[in-house]
């Protein structure tokens, strides 16, 4: 269902949402590659959030379908889509405010564990041997992101750009093919961001398919292999950073009728 | 396997061990009978202490899963099922075991349903309920919860309170002892007032533990995803739903297995346990003890329910529960007994010992 060579790991289809009159993403196609960083940028009130909640599940679509390595994945809880294999950040970084920072990873190893309830109150052997290997999962993770020595650190404490990297270790917890991160660079200095682009970078070196939403333009065009514009719901441009930055109706929206 | 994990539930055992041995040696064994019933009321409070603090829903209506354990025990074990003893079910449950005859304080032969078949009855109807009525509320978040549990426990304490069948206004009483093991049970002779007070803190320091591995367990984190960022938590592949649906019915089944007992205990149950000042007051335990804090739950559960059995809140006892509620929420939301305070207390202690050291030895210079 894909249409072609099946490498699109992600494919949206003609993809309707409303909220009320506001057309916020209206008729919006676009795929992406596996193993490849795509952008999606846009001014302000684009629709840009609105679809990743489309495809991460905290929203209903009104038409359309979106693919998952040909499997459509529209209209499935949040929770069930974490298990197919897309994983995601907030755009106001949502941790888990009482919890340290290594225990917010290890709920990112929710899914890839299992002991439940009963197996929890009464701690059997096995479960205990499933918390070790969650606890060393977690820690690899941030060992590999440089921030295992804020381990045991309350989340809430960090400071801003920390918790961004948190978040991401929460995410590539999950194990996703396909990782969303809404504006991961929001409210960080040149320093911060430029090692938010290695991290990214170096996730897609480990194999996870990266979507990002950024208003950052030196990020977009350090990083990614392919831009999405959106305006008022609708695409307006794809294709490579440079094509994309010369593209007028991109340069018109951003800047004004003047500058095109 | 560390053995220091185990510590505070190794000197809980020893403080319960420690109590009963004071107050047999100052001959104040009456206090037992308190510490046993605050043992049952704290069940309800760790259980509620879950749900509020580590899963973060607010429930006013636990009273009515307690009333729920309660009267159902009540029911079944003095129902006489004597006069329906020609009938083919009464004789299928004879056969089986679940019924056992006895006298009642009035000499009448009774036959009735076994206290252990009562007791797991209970919490599979308490259980039943509050998975049906959770499925609905548990959309509900802040105050709307709070309403609908508010309501829940309205209903059911309406219903023990209207029914004859649950003796209306007057309750169930000559509710039979709970016999656990041959030699073993619950009931409210004084002669059995040791084994109680044992009996009870064994089912509490159980709960205690079960309570705990819970808490660090995969589930205990995912509760308090649940409570950090339920959005996250979804992302991250938590079924909020479920989680918060099956700790509310754990909490439950905590609350109806207090109730259970402790009517065995007192003999029997009146619809007051069923009650919102008894709802309020198990919530007014769990926010002073410290939300999520089961510790804290289960500290505040036995001295503010011992102290409120032994009368020293008079007659203002709800109000004294409803008036600690509000004063924590306007000062002290997270509760008193938590780790910053306690450390604070301590340093303030360290303190005043350096200022008490400073002066004896000035004492010292000055008469050298």
New interface residues.
Partial sequence: MNGNNGTWLLEVRNVHRSFGGLRAVNDVCFHVESDSIKAIIGPNGAGKTTLFNLI?G?LKLDAGTIYLQGKPIHNI???R???RGI??T?QNV??????TVV??V???R??K?????V?????LPW?RR??RE?FDRSMEILTVLEIADLAKQDAKSLPFGKQRIVEFA??L??EPELLLLDEPAAGLNIYETAAIARIITKIRESGVTVLIIEHDMSLVMDISDDVVVLSSGKKIAEGKPEEVQRDKEVIRVYLGEENA | MSIRKYIPVITLIAFIILFQLITGALGKEYFLTQLTMSAYYSLVAIGLCILMGYAGQISIGHAAFFAMGGYTASVLTTFNLLPLSGSAWVQLLMKVGLTTIRKNPYGMEILHITPWISLLIAIAITALVAFLIGIPILRLKGHYLAMATLGFGSIVYRIVLGSGIFGEADGISEVPAFNILPQLSVSGQMSLRVENYYIAWFVVVLGMV??L??IN??????L??I???E??????????ARYKL?VFV?SAVFASVGGVLLTHYNGGIGPSEAGVMKSVRYVAIVAVGGM?NLWGALIMGVTLNFLSLRGYFGSYDDAFFGIMLILIMLFAPDGILRKENINRFYQFLGVQWKIIQLRLQKQKGDSA
């Fill in positions: 991460s905290v809880p949040p929770y889509i974490a298990r994983s995601r907030f949502k941790l888990f405010s009482t919890m225990e917010n290890m709920v990112g929710h899914i564990s299992r002991a439940g309830f197996a929890g109150m009464l701690n479960t499933e918390e969650i929460r995410a917890a999950t | 079960l309570l591995n819970l367990s995969r589930v205990g984190r995912a308090r995803s409570h950090g960022s959005d996250a938590a979804n992302s991250m592949g938590v079924n909020t099956f754990l999520a």
